[in-house]
């Protein structure tokens, strides 16, 4: 059975500050990674993904994720947030093709 | 533009009567998907189509059917709705690892 984990149902930051949004999955074969994003009312939006290479990905709107094996984390990133990045932020593997499990999800709020 | 139009947007039903949210895309994508989420909760899947009348179980599949009569468009039909299946509904297509996702049906069952 593979299971996501999203440890941080909420994060709250300023603008201008970075965040680390939290992901852990556990599973024991080749894995496909990614995050999405759900604003407010919409559906998700894919952000980025990972399966192999180079550990840090980057996305849209200056995210990157960054694929531990040891950890079992593909972790979520950004430098500098800004408000418009408020919103729910979801982790996917994607053990079979064309099958994604989401994790519950990490509402990330942003404050002037 | 690629999109993927669910409707209607908002529906209210009483218990026991039939159900039917659609979902259109404009990608030709084969497969294509219906999840539901719950507060707290991730997506859950309740069936994944593959293409037109090949439809598979998702993982909360009970309750549910489907229809795919041509691949740009998917039903989710309930049959004799049931309060705890009030929840907003999710369409999506994809096109290999990456899902296109729909704005979402928010179904509440009284």
């Known amino acids: 059975t593979q299971t996501v984990s999203q440890s941080d149902a909420h994060v709250t930051v300023f603008e201008g500050d970075s965040v680390e949004l939290r992901c852990n999955y556990s599973y024991g074969g080749s894995i496909y990674l990614s995050w999405y994003i759900q604003h407010h009312g919409r559906g998700l939006q894919f952000l980025l993904k990972y399966y192999s290479g180079n550990p840090v990905v980057q996305g849209v709107n200056g995210f990157e994720a960054e694929f531990s094996k040891s950890d079992s984390s593909f972790h979520l990133r950004k430098a500098s947030v800004h408000w418009s990045d408020s919103a729910v932020y979801f982790c996917a593997v994607m053990p079979n093709y064309n099958v994604l499990y989401f994790g519950s999800g990490t509402k990330l709020t942003v404050e002037p | 533009d690629m999109k993927v139009t669910q409707m209607p947007r908002y529906l209210i039903k009483r218990m026991g009567e039939n159900v039917l949210l659609e979902c259109g895309q404009d990608m030709s994508h084969e497969t294509m998907y219906w999840y539901r989420q719950d507060p707290g909760l991730g997506l859950q899947l309740i069936y994944i189509s593959y293409d037109v009348d090949s439809n598979s179980e998702g993982d909360i599949p009970k309750g549910y059917r489907v229809s795919r009569k041509k691949r740009e468009h998917f039903s989710l039909i309930l049959d004799s709705a049931k309060t705890n299946q009030t929840s907003v509904y999710f369409c999506?297509?994809?096109?290999?690892?990456?899902?296109?996702f729909g704005p979402g049906t928010r179904l509440l069952v009284l």
């Open positions: 999506a297509s994809s096109s290999g690892d990456t899902q296109y």
